[in-house]
């Protein structure tokens, strides 16, 4: 029996088989030698995009799917269920939101349809900063006007994809900190061409992480790029930024929902399969219950992402449940990568069995692209009301 079968009982069968099917050329192995080079997954990425799947929210007016954060959902879901990393283009999906939201028809017209079609990847995010950290107005980089240009000195860390990327949403400051009212004021949004910038102003460095993400160092040097490259209003960039941060969440909560149910259904054939004592070790309560328990939690977790998801394709306030999707689905993933590897013993380490890999695949949601603790302090002080904490 597949335990997570009755997950998949819902209208976007066919989507989901798909993807399925696409996922079947990627299997274990492909992953596996990956991860030992650190090396980025282009061909599947390339087929992602040739199958139309990193358009889903592109409206079809500028050759998208139009489709929603339900449908993207699943898609990423069934991406990490099926055993793949969709860490390596998700961001494709979502940042361009920033553009269809608050671009001019001009950035939409010349940007959409050639990242709907795969000819630009717009896939790199420019927010964190190695001396601000979660502190995000605090940021440094500055981006200054002069004439027909913004020019831009500063540094950028764990920006992913940027080697893989020919644009880049760049968030810096346009005017200082202290010459703001409010400390969300005077940050903007601008595309930076990632062709025409590196080796001209712009230098790359690779960090190597634990697991494979391509994530990087920037190190702006007098960057030069067009001002008409500004997304949206000067000094608006914060509140861009809060608008995307919704389906953010709600997109990485379905690839934390994937990830728990591929351990899931892993640890429950392992389970059956090893005999230890003359007897299956699942026949042990002290092996079954926590597999149980983690099942509990992830249907719970589920059903909140799924809520969040439809909260936002009907144009509702979701903040706390796409939140609390984040928090509940990357605690459910790591609860079941805790799991997999008591109950695969020693097995739980060998490269051979994958579960250590995405074991460390996993761990990322704690942390990145919000911490737990933000999320908590978020819900403590704009749902519960608690006095704010920092
Ligand atoms: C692999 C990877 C990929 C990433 N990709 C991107 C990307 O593409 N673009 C991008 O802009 N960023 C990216 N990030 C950055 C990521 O969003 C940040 O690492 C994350 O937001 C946490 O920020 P920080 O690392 O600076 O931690 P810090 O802000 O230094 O926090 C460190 C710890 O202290 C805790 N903490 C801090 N303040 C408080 C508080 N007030 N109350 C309670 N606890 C607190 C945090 O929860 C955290 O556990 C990536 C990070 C990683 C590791």
Request: a negative charge; charged letters at 25%.
């Amino acid at each position: 029996m597949n335990p997570t079968n009755r997950f998949v009982e819902d209208s976007h069968q066919e989507l989901i088989s798909a993807v399925r099917e696409l996922c079947r050329e990627y299997p274990d192995k492909y992953w596996r030698e990956l991860d030992e080079t650190r090396s980025y997954p282009e061909a599947f990425v390339q087929a992602l995009t040739d199958a139309g799947y990193m358009a889903t929210l592109i409206p079809e007016e500028y050759g998208g799917a139009g489709l929603g954060v339900t449908e993207a959902s699943a898609i990423l879901e069934e991406i990490h269920h099926s055993g793949g990393n969709a860490a390596a283009c998700h961001a494709q999906m979502y940042i361009m939101g920033t553009l269809l939201r608050h671009g001019s028809e001009k950035h939409k017209r010349e940007y959409l349809p050639k990242i709907a079609d795969g000819s630009l990847r717009l896939q790199a995010f420019g927010v964190s900063e190695p001396n601000t950290g979660t502190d995000t107005t605090q940021m440094k980089t500055m981006a200054v006007k002069n004439g027909d240009r913004y020019v831009i000195n500063g540094q950028k860390i764990w920006i992913s994809r940027a080697e893989h990327s020919d644009l880049m949403l760049l968030i810096a400051r346009t005017t200082p900190v202290d010459q703001v009212k409010k400390r969300t004021e005077g940050l903007s949004t601008i595309l930076v061409d990632m062709r025409q910038a590196v080796g001209h102003g712009l230098r790359i460095r690779p960090i190597r992480t634990m697991m494979n993400h391509a994530t990087t160092e920037l190190f702006f040097d007098n960057l030069e790029v067009p001002a008409e490259n500004l997304v949206g209003e000067e000094g608006q960039g914060f509140r861009y930024l809060l608008d995307s941060l919704n389906a953010e969440r709600i997109l990485i909560a379905s690839e934390c929902i994937g990830d728990a149910r591929w351990f899931l259904e892993r640890t429950c054939r392992y389970a059956n399969e090893r005999v230890v004592f003359g007897r299956p070790i699942g026949k042990n309560q002290g092996v079954q219950f926590p597999i149980a328990r983690a099942y509990a939690n992830l249907e719970a977790a589920r059903l909140m992402v799924t809520r969040a998801a439809s909260l936002f394709d009907g144009g509702k306030p979701c903040g706390p449940e796409a939140n609390m999707a984040k928090l509940l689905a990357a605690d459910v993933s790591w609860e079941l990568a805790n799991v997999a590897v008591q109950t695969y013993g020693g097995f739980g380490f060998a490269e051979e069995y994958d579960i250590e890999r995405k074991f460390r695949e996993t761990r990322l949601y704690q942390v990145a692209p919000i911490s737990t603790n933000l999320i908590l302090s978020y819900l403590a002080e704009h749902v519960l009301g608690l006095p704010r904490s920092y």
